[in-house]
């Protein structure tokens, strides 16, 4: 697993130095030909961390309800992501780093409910969510990549 949390904290390190670049009118911009912006992907993978780890383990996720309804799995931006909301995923970024870790060290996570992502990953267990996780933040910050190109 210490593999895992090194290639998330890289993961998210990247994240952060991509975001810091733009304006809150560049994060919010969705160019033509995307169905989401920078704002929307960094939300996303945040709240799809928390699901992928602790709601299939059974735990309690530490996200809002409002994050989880606007940045889950099958949305898309329907507003603009304030100034505010960005700087609160920013300290997610790294705040749920540090909390997973500790529940992992504190043995919290216990059980695994199977899982089948939407692309075709079967996931039996938390180490397997976990490499998941890197692979799918990996691939949105491609996504992110080829948005900033048109912004």
Do not use: C
Not at 48 to 61: D, E, F, H, I, T
Not at 97 to 125: M, Q
């Amino acid at each position: 697993m210490e593999a895992n949390f090194k290639m998330w904290e890289t993961n998210r390190k990247h994240y952060l130095e991509l975001i810091e670049k733009y304006s809150l009118e560049q994060l919010n911009t969705i160019p033509e030909g995307f169905s989401n912006n920078l704002a929307w992907n960094l939300g996303h993978i945040i709240v799809a961390q928390q699901g992928l780890v602790y709601r299939l383990s059974g735990l309690p996720m530490y996200v809002s309800d409002e994050l989880r309804n606007k940045y889950g799995n099958g949305t898309k931006p329907t507003g603009t992501t304030t100034q505010a909301e960005i700087e609160e995923l920013k300290t997610l970024l790294f705040s749920l780093i540090e909390k997973t870790k500790e529940d992992y060290a504190a043995g919290k996570f216990v059980a695994y409910t199977e899982y089948t992502t939407g692309t075709g990953f079967n996931l039996t267990s938390l180490e397997e969510a976990m490499e998941f996780n890197n692979l799918h933040e990996g691939i949105h910050y491609g996504i992110m990549m080829q948005i900033q190109k048109f912004i």
